[in-house]
């Protein structure tokens, strides 16, 4: 009977060794996938950031364009700003209509991907949030 009760106390400690052995390793994959998620979060406010930068600097830079026309045909400037007014304020010039266009369409660019990107962040933040709540569980 103490050769049973030696044999099933060795079991026991084996077991629970086994055990925490298994916890040890859950809590180490869940701490990594935390550390994920926090680095792709990181790495996703970074690339919010010079997006904003971007736009900002388009911003800028039409608003430049805008101070650009309005000094040139003080007149002819409108709150709509199109094309037509540019051509006009501009002195008729093919080049800076052509200019402004080309800077028109990069700002839709830029807003349209913003948009796209905003949208991906938020998603891939979502699935970090919930990938945290599951390591934390």
Do not use: F, I
């Amino acid at each position: 009977m103490q050769q049973q009760n030696a044999a099933l106390l060795r079991a026991l400690r084996r077991l629970g060794a086994q055990h925490e052995e298994g916890l040890r390793a859950q809590e180490q994959a869940s701490a990594m996938a935390v550390a994920e998620a926090m680095k792709e979060v990181e790495a996703l406010r970074q690339a919010a950031a010079r997006q904003q930068a971007t736009v900002d600097g388009l911003l800028t830079q039409r608003e430049l364009y805008r101070t650009l026309r309005n000094a040139a045909a003080p007149g002819a400037a409108s709150a709509a700003g199109d094309s037509a007014d540019l051509g006009s304020a501009a002195g008729g010039s093919a080049g800076a209509l052509a200019e402004a266009e080309a800077a028109r369409a990069e700002l839709a660019t830029v807003r349209e991907e913003a948009q796209e990107n905003e949208a991906a962040l938020g998603e891939q933040l979502r699935r970090a949030q919930e990938s945290e709540a599951k390591a934390l569980k």
